[in-house]
């Protein structure tokens, strides 16, 4: 719920999957989630048809998407509540059909620099390397998944289970996981600073006149 612009995060990702041809959508919720059906009710304001699972606790972000398995049809995109997200999902998509995937894992190039420096040394202590701040780079996971139902059977009912442990599972179970590199953008909403770059984004591109791509 928290604004970015004069919307909150989870509207931005609702007209993000619009544009994308997906209008049904399971939100699933836990502590104050009623704040979030009082906000978006049935989604109809938004062009959409929005259901809500809720849990009594924290299930961890796997174990919430279990706990949404009986309002899950088939095929689905899975998304975190708490990011902005804009890159082609039309390929994502496209890819986990062809690769025949339970999941697929949608992954960004991202590099960081690191704030100390490196030192390499032997195993006499001899300092061989001073590599000062040095940049580190590669492909992470946004956050946004393509899966098919089959893949919440790897999920325990009931338990604090994260989506890496989901995977494990998964991939000891012979299931079919796959990961897709995109290019587009992905901000982490996870604390002050990348919440005061996402509006500075949003700002930004409103200036710009940026639009949304179908």
């Known amino acids: 719920m928290l604004p970015v612009g004069p919307k909150p995060i989870m509207e ?3 007209d993000w999957l619009k544009g994308w041809g997906i ?3 399971v939100v699933s919720t836990g502590y104050l989630g009623k704040m979030l059906q009082e906000y978006f009710g049935t989604g ?3 062009g959409t048809k929005i259901t809500y699972a809720t849990s009594p606790h924290p299930l961890g972000t796997a174990g919430q998407l279990k706990a ?7 095929r689905f995109v899975c998304l975190y509540g708490d990011q902005l997200l804009d890159f082609d999902l039309a390929k994502a998509i496209d ?3 062809a690769k025949k995937a339970t999941a697929t894992m949608v992954l960004m190039k991202y590099s960081t620099e690191l704030k100390y420096g490196f030192m390499d040394t032997d195993r006499e202590g001899r300092l061989l390397k001073w590599r000062e701040k040095p940049t580190i780079s590669g492909f992470i996971n ?3 998944y393509v899966m098919e139902k089959s893949f919440l059977k790897h999920i325990s009912p009931g338990r ?4 890496n442990d989901a995977f494990k599972e998964a991939k000891a179970g012979g299931a079919r996981i796959y990961a897709v590199k995109v290019k587009g953008t992905f901000l982490d909403i996870g604390d002050r600073k990348s919440f005061k770059d996402a509006n500075e984004l949003y700002t930004r591109n409103l200036s710009q006149g940026g ?3 179908k």
């Open 23 to 25: 209008t049904d959508v």
């Open 12 to 14: 931005h990702l609702l």
């Open 142 to 144: 946004v956050g946004c």
């Open 68 to 74: 949404a398995e009986s309002k899950i049809r088939g």
């Open 160 to 163: 604090v289970y994260e989506m």
């Open 44 to 46: 109809s304001e938004w």
């Open 211 to 213: 639009a949304r791509r």
């Open 95 to 97: 890819f986990h059909a």
